[in-house]
């Protein structure tokens, strides 16, 4: 065990960058039971400062290279157990490194249903076989004769099983397969073609009703396009193989010719081109062809997982709004629009369902009812859904706004992916057991622009739609490598261990589900949480779990100001030293960068605590419970610019990135259709990663170049050179910096009459009371 622990450590720390002894140390805390977070953040000295990527692939490839470790173990042992191990055979099986590899290794000694060949040798036609192949002088048809007795009713059948023999040795021998599989890789085609009669139905597909690539070039988004094709009977794929080649033995043939030493001129060896032939097209074509499929799409899924993973973790980590009233607003056309006001801490205060759309057409009661929960509650925030009816209540709320006095709210349009799914959730249920089912999504609406990564913790990852063909790819994996992203996201930023919900807490280091829900039961019969320390009195909660997640919970004003900094239990010790150093009060020393600059950390590490997790101190100590997230800004959609129909190329305009693909980014433009910026017109320069440019969240501006009204499809780019329409006249506002004061000025005190379709409201409002 110890000899594998070390072979696997020399393999993954080649691939991390890192040396061999720090992913041992580092396998020994995961598999003790600690968190990536954990480690990453508090167990730098073990490991030799991984950082959270590192320890994410390490525990990725850990998985695969175990599985490895303990399937090649399982072929050591039959092929032992058939005593067929040979010191040749023991080193080739030691040194592979894939799963593919292992098992080609093993395919001849894998115990198998019977096949044409071992019937063939039950027959006695093992001997003709070795015959031909061991003098090609000979004719094998005349070598047949003597084998015609018994079941083999004559030459031909005699040659048929002398050719299953052969072509099974052909298709178990190791080496040439992954030949053959190498040469396929670099020079298979790819074909996708329509299914006749499936036009129509399949119109989404039409890229691909008559399309060619390279194999080893197709992207993973058009990989899993054409399966998805596939799947629903839309596309037929196959593999073309030296396609060009006219020759009459094609190169594969002549591949395997070669490792068998056939040459063109005696009769052995033009029968042996010949079952050459046959097993490719038979055997080897299609099984090689299954494996560069199944690779195909494994790369695909691994790549859309990596893409989905990266778009959820901007989401999560997504600039929040703050704690302000917020009124959250579900769009609806015949249903309603379902409103929601919650207070600062998310808490909520007042819910009701307006109609302002047909057929009820009731706008001045809608504007009336909204202008009297703003002014009752002191909203401050309005979040509009981006689904169906967002930009019809988008102008009724402005012109509701328009000549409001101030401070007025801030209406902001928010992604409302994943809230139908909460608001039927079971968790939405406990949370909101009186509450109906519609209004929970505005609920979730209007807590998701206060904070992110709060409301969205509660949804499971893969229903918040910003990935690329989610629902094709491998959803354990997919499942696995969101659930980590949340992990990560969660602990990154810190959670308020007195306001955060269940749902929140379980993300947390070292918690879950269960200890989750015995935390908030213990804050609410026994009152806030003095300390970090009082989370020992939780039942259940041991001091493992307490080591695990202490340092990213926080105490807002608690007993121990360093409750409500990263820095852990463990170490206040160390930060009260670098305190006294200062001759300061802790609370005072904290956020004074100059001092905490002019300290030296080497002169406060000790045996437990190296300079690593010293100047991690000093660095919380200086900004002490500081938010990674960034500043909040949102984009100003263009007035008039409401449905597809109204785009225009040249138009020049601002939107929201939704999601980023492999082939580009999606951008939300205020039409209920995303248009997509190509990767080529990202920048005014190559760029090979979208991510390097933009991520989800990110406001951006974009010019119209392409509109597909049939297909839904929109062209857009964020080049500035002069390849493009010139700019028409829908241009945005620029993007607002939702950064807010403590302090609000006073309300100007002008009269209802005054104030446009705001008094307006007000006025209907006071009638209504």
Known sequence: MAGDIRKIAAIIAAEINAKPEQVVAAVGLLDEGATVPFVARYRKEVTGGLDDTQLRNLSERLVYLRELESRRAAIVESITGQGKMTDDLAVRIATVTTKAELEDIYLPYKPKRRTKAEIARERGLGPLAEAILADRSLVPAELAVGYVAGEVADVKAALEGARDIVAEGISENAELLGRLRNHMKERAVMRARVVDGKQEAGAKFSDYFDHSERWANVPSHRALAMLRGRNEDVLSLDLEIDAEDTSPVKPVERMIAAAYQIGATLPGDQWLMTVAGWTWRVKLSLSLSLDLMRDLREAAEEEAIRVFSRNLKDLLLAAPAGSRATMGLDPG????????????????????????????????????????????????????????????????????????????????????????????????????????????????????????????????????????????????????????????????????????????????????????????????????????????????????????????????????????????????????????????????????????????????????????????????????????????????????????????????????????????????????????????????????????????????????????????????????????????????????????????PKPQQNKPEQQGAFGAALLEAMKRK
Do not use: W
């Open 333 to 744: 056309i015949r249903t309603g629009v379902k409103v929601a006001v919650i207070d600062a801490t998310g808490k909520v205060l007042d819910t009701t369902t307006v109609y302002p759309f047909p057929p009820k057409n009731d706008v001045r009661g809608t504007q009336a009812e909204l202008a009297k929960l703003i002014i009752r509650h002191k909203v401050e925030l309005i979040a509009i859904g981006n689904g169906t009816g967002s930009r019809e209540t988008e102008r009724l709320v402005a012109d509701l706004l328009t000549d409001m006095p101030a401070p007025k709210p801030t209406k902001v349009i928010v992604s409302e992916a994943g809230a139908s799914v909460y608001s039927a959730s079971a968790t939405a249920a406990a949370e909101f057991p009186n509450l109906d089912v519609s209004l929970r999504g505005a609920v979730s609406i209007a807590r998701r622009l206060q904070d992110p990564l709060a409301e969205l913790v509660k949804i499971e990852p893969k229903s918040i739609g910003v990935g690329q063909y989610q629902h094709d790819v491998d959803q354990y994996r997919l499942g696995r490598s969101l659930e980590a992203v949340v992990e990560d996201a969660v602990n990154a930023v810190g959670v308020d261990l007195n306001t955060a919900s269940a749902p929140l807490l379980a993300r947390v280091s070292g918690l879950g589900p269960s200890l989750a829900e015995s935390i908030v039961a213990h804050r609410d019969a026994s009152g806030a949480f003095a300390t970090r320390r009082d989370l020992l009195a939780v039942p259940r909660l041991g001091q493992r779990a307490f080591e695990q997640c202490a340092g990213f919970l926080r105490i807002r004003d608690g007993k121990e100001p360093l409750d409500a900094s990263s820095v852990h239990p463990e170490a206040y010790g160390v930060a009260k030293k670098i305190v006294a150093s200062c001759g300061r009060d802790l609370r005072q020393l904290m956020g004074d960068s100059a001092a905490l600059k002019a300290i030296d950390p080497r002169a406060f590490v000790d045996e437990r605590f190296g300079l690593p997790t010293v100047r991690d101190i000093i660095a919380e100590l200086e900004k002490p419970g500081r938010d990674p997230r960034p500043g909040f800004k949102t984009a100003t959609f263009a007035d008039g610019v409401d449905d597809i129909k109204d785009l225009k190329p040249g138009m020049l305009l601002e939107g929201t990135v939704t999601n980023v693909a492999a082939f580009g980014a999606f951008v939300d433009i205020g039409v209920h259709q995303d248009g997509l910026v190509h990767v080529s017109q990202l920048a005014d320069k190559f760029v090979k990663d979208p991510h390097e440019v933009v991520k989800a969240g990110d406001v951006v501006k974009v010019r119209v170049v392409e509109v597909d009204i049939p297909r839904k499809r929109i062209g857009l780019t964020m080049r500035k050179d002069g390849g493009e329409p010139a700019p028409r006249s829908a241009a945005p506002a620029k993007a607002r910096d939702m950064k807010f004061s403590s302090s609000s």
